[in-house]
């Protein structure tokens, strides 16, 4: 089968317009679309789909774009809470680690749970001092300490999914003693920490949230209020309880309600999976 033609700026917007988009400005559109790739672009009119070549009654280009606006800044939002968490379990992990095995532990297989590897541990290293080579702090101790790198250490230059896997490879007992932190479990922790790094993924790419179903259901606590689910707003209410009672929570909650409001003609809440009640259960 053949890939699709390559359409010109022109063809596009009349391609947009033949399946029903109303695009009151189309030299402000031309520009939209010379920043921002029509396949992109084309993902926020599924919400608007009423068939395969079709749009719904009334959709405007302007209001897909602010959708596009709405997803973007919220995906920058995303990325300021999930780097609190992220900064904080790589902390802990790095501290509670150390506090048993000592500077060198990690480098130990013993030290950690069966699903430990550790041949992809040393890929990981090789990677990450690799890529930092010419950073003052690999340079450091690579001549000073003979390239030996204390976990509190490289710990600083490990992706997130990175961290997420090094949790579920601790032994059962640190696992426990990280998740008590957080005032939650382990089982829940390690499933909060796969989804969050999937989201942070989605940020870090700029995939789009808004309309979007993700990758796994996070574990529910016991005795919670609702069961979690692949919605947006479920990953949130992870991100609350591990962030619960801080000022960067609150002050995110707020923000994300302002955002909202800006874009309250233009959105669905639903499609993100927000109750009505929204506000309460991600202030309380």
């Known amino acids: 089968m053949d890939v699709k033609k390559h359409l010109t700026i022109d063809e596009q917007i009349e391609l947009l317009k033949t399946r029903g988009c109303i695009i009151e400005d189309e030299e402000l559109a031309k520009n939209i679309l010379l920043d921002i790739n029509f396949y992109r672009l084309t993902s926020y009119f599924l919400s608007f789909k009423e068939s395969e070549d079709k749009y719904s009654k009334g959709t405007s280009f302007d209001k897909v774009y602010r ?21 904080a379990i790589k902390t802990r992990i790095a501290y509670y680690h150390s506090l048993k095995y000592g500077p060198l532990g990690y480098l130990d297989s013993n030290n950690y749970n069966n699903k430990f590897d550790e041949n992809i541990l040393q890929a990981n290293l090789n990677k990450y001092i690799k890529r930092n080579e ?12 003979e390239g030996k790198f204390p976990l509190w250490v490289i710990i600083e230059f490990f992706d997130f999914s990175d961290a997420s896997k090094m949790y579920s490879q601790l032994d059962t007992k640190l696992q426990k003693e ?16 796969y989804c969050l790094t999937h989201l942070r993924n989605c940020c870090a790419h700029y995939a789009r949230i808004y309309n979007t179903i993700m990758i796994s259901i996070p574990v529910t606590p016991k005795n919670y209020k609702s069961k979690f689910n692949k919605t947006i707003f479920s990953y949130l ?21 302002a955002l909202i409001e800006e874009y309250k003609d233009d959105i ?15 202030i309380k």
Not at 67 to 87: A, P, Q, T
Not at 134 to 145: D, G, R, S
Not at 268 to 282: H, Q, T, V
């Open 67 to 87: 959708n596009y606006l709405f997803d973007r800044k919220l995906r920058n939002m995303l990325s300021y809470v999930i780097e609190h968490i992220e900064v």
């Open 134 to 145: 010419k950073n003052p702090i690999v340079i450091h101790h690579m001549t000073k300490y």
């Open 178 to 193: 990280i998740a008590r932190t957080f005032n939650s479990n382990s089982t829940c922790l390690s499933s909060w920490l």
């Open 237 to 257: 209410l992870v991100a609350k309880e591990l962030l619960k009672n801080t000022s960067d929570w609150v002050n995110f909650v707020i923000e994300l309600a």
């Open 268 to 282: 669905e809440l639903y499609r993100l999976g927000f109750p009505s009640n929204w506000y309460d259960l991600m």
